[in-house]
């Protein structure tokens, strides 16, 4: 069972627009959660993260806003630059675990 | 500084061979995972070390896969009796340390992967 899921396996955005980028969790317990983007071969790099304890976290063109009651992430990016073009995953530490638990992924294309 | 490398950047096997994947972690980072991603799939975590307590395998699909580190740094993942299946790009990470159980959480770190393809 998928614990962490992006039900979007792609998304199209105009250069300059909003991306918003979804992530749905099933465990109440998770209580920190983070973004990762990925380019092809290379590795994923770290965006953002939040804590449970926030609804929101800002760093630049990307915030990260949790809804624990929905059990649902989203990561915003604006305004969106072509060079944003990548793989995102969301990532979730839970409990006592020391792993992160990943989503499937979602390939944003940014359109110039 | 230097980020997590991994090494070889690719690898291609017969079925039935044994493969060894090496990472070096960040100097520092005592927290070290491996990971892999199967084609369409999101990553899956394989084993944890966190300085010099036990491993945690619970990630590992098989027997056939082990993992060691040695001296708290480097790290060797090793699949036996390699299986079409095997076949994903293999992820290292590292962090400065395990997190949740401090009640502190820091970010892992990937390194390149290496991506094994088993023929």
């Known amino acids: 069972d998928q614990q962490v899921k992006q039900n979007s396996p792609s998304l199209s955005v105009q250069e300059g627009r909003i991306s918003i980028l979804n992530c749905d969790y099933t465990n109440s317990m998770f209580d920190y959660f983070l973004w990762y983007k990925k380019y092809p071969a290379e590795g994923p790099t770290f965006l953002i993260s939040i804590s449970s304890i926030k609804d929101k976290n800002e760093d630049g063109r990307f915030t990260v806003f949790l809804n624990k009651s929905a059990k649902h992430l989203s990561l915003h990016i604006v305004p969106s630059q072509p060079g944003d073009s990548a793989v995102y995953f969301c990532a979730v530490y839970g409990g006592a675990t020391n792993k992160l638990i990943f989503g499937t992924g979602t390939l944003l294309a940014v359109q110039p | 500084g230097a980020g997590v490398s991994q090494s070889p950047s690719n690898k291609v096997t017969e079925k039935g061979k044994d493969v060894e994947l090496r990472c070096d972690p960040i100097?520092?980072?005592?927290?070290l995972y491996w990971y892999r991603q199967s084609l369409g799939q999101g990553l899956e975590f394989l084993i944890y070390f966190q300085g010099n307590s036990a491993p945690d395998k619970s990630g590992l699909p098989s027997d056939r896969f082990s993992a060691e580190r040695t001296g708290g740094s480097v790290s060797t993942l090793t699949i036996q009796r390699t299986q079409q299946e095997d076949s994903a790009v293999y992820l290292c990470?590292?962090?400065?340390?395990?997190?949740?159980?401090?009640?502190?959480?820091?970010?892992?770190?990937f390194g390149p992967g290496t991506r094994l393809t088993v023929t």
């Open positions: 990470a590292s962090s400065l340390e395990g997190g949740g159980s401090s009640g502190t959480y820091y970010e892992q770190y």
């Open positions: 100097s520092g980072h005592t927290a």
